[in-house]
T-cell receptor, first 114, second 111 residues
Framework: ETGVTQTPRHLVMGMTNKKSLKCEQH?????MYWYKQSAKKPLELMFV???????ENNSVPSRFSPECPNSSHLFLHLHTLQPEDSALYLC?????????????FGPGTRLTVT | SQQGEEDPQALSIQEGENATMNCSYK?????LQWYRQNSGRGLVHLIL?????REKHSGRLRVTLDTSKKSSSLLITASRAADTASYFC???????????FGAGTRLFVKA
């Protein structure tokens, strides 16, 4: 247990569906991250939130919409996804968003878009 | 853009042997981190080494950093079957705020 939980663990959705991924950290951290991990590709940073403010949007398509209501929770809202969006989505947190501290990862949500 | 590149892409060894993985990067960094990922799971942080450090140890893990060659190595001594996983290096560039991950080395330790 890393102190970061993600739900659901598995999700299958059609291209016209709307769904949300949830992440919660119990570590008292101030920064949270969304990453996408596709087969045989490096981990791709999607969004960074520091003190509930989005500080990084790594050219992610608008069909992915993040939300950080407080420092413990992070959501990723999904709509009209494409099959190439199928991947493992990882949430992480760190003590701050400076990049000087290690990140703690959740177990991920395996997303399949049909 | 990808910063760290691990080498080799895959490594298969016998239990008890040492495993060495390398990471090369292109630009100046503030720190370099190594993470482990078991199949289909989240990443687990192993070691962070800062740009002014040359070597760090943690249990059976030894990490070196050579900033002149822009490279780092992760050595796992006396490997165990449970060490089977993918290992990633991640760098934080000087003046940057993002931690950028490489594609990883897949290590398989045979019992």
């Amino acid at each position: 247990e890393t102190g970061v939980t993600q739900t659901p663990r598995h999700l299958v959705m059609g291209m016209t569906n709307k769904k949300s991924l949830k992440c919660e950290q119990h570590l008292g951290h101030n920064a949270m991250y969304w990453y996408k991990q596709s087969a045989k590709k490096p981990l791709e940073l999607m969004f960074v939130y520091s003190l509930e403010e989005r500080v990084e949007n790594n050219s992610v398509p608008s069909r992915f919409s993040p939300e950080c209501p407080n420092s413990s929770h992070l959501f990723l809202h999904l709509h009209t996804l494409q099959p190439e969006d199928s991947a493992l989505y990882l949430c992480a947190s760190s003590q701050d968003g400076t990049g000087e501290r290690e990140q703690y990862f959740g177990p991920g949500t395996r997303l399949t878009v049909t | 853009s990808q910063q760290g590149e691990e080498d080799p892409q895959a490594l298969s060894i016998q239990e008890g042997e040492n495993a060495t993985m390398n990471c090369s990067y292109k630009t100046s960094i503030n720190n370099l981190q190594w993470y482990r990922q078991n199949s289909g799971r989240g990443l687990v942080h192993l070691i962070l080494i800062r740009s002014n450090e040359r070597e760090k140890h943690s249990g059976r893990l030894r990490v070196t950093l050579d900033t002149s060659k822009k490279s780092s190595s992760l050595l796992i001594t006396a490997s165990r079957a449970a060490d089977t996983a993918s290992y990633f290096c991640a760098t934080r560039n000087t003046g940057g705020f993002k931690t950028i991950f490489g594609a990883g080395t897949r290590l398989f330790v045979k019992a």
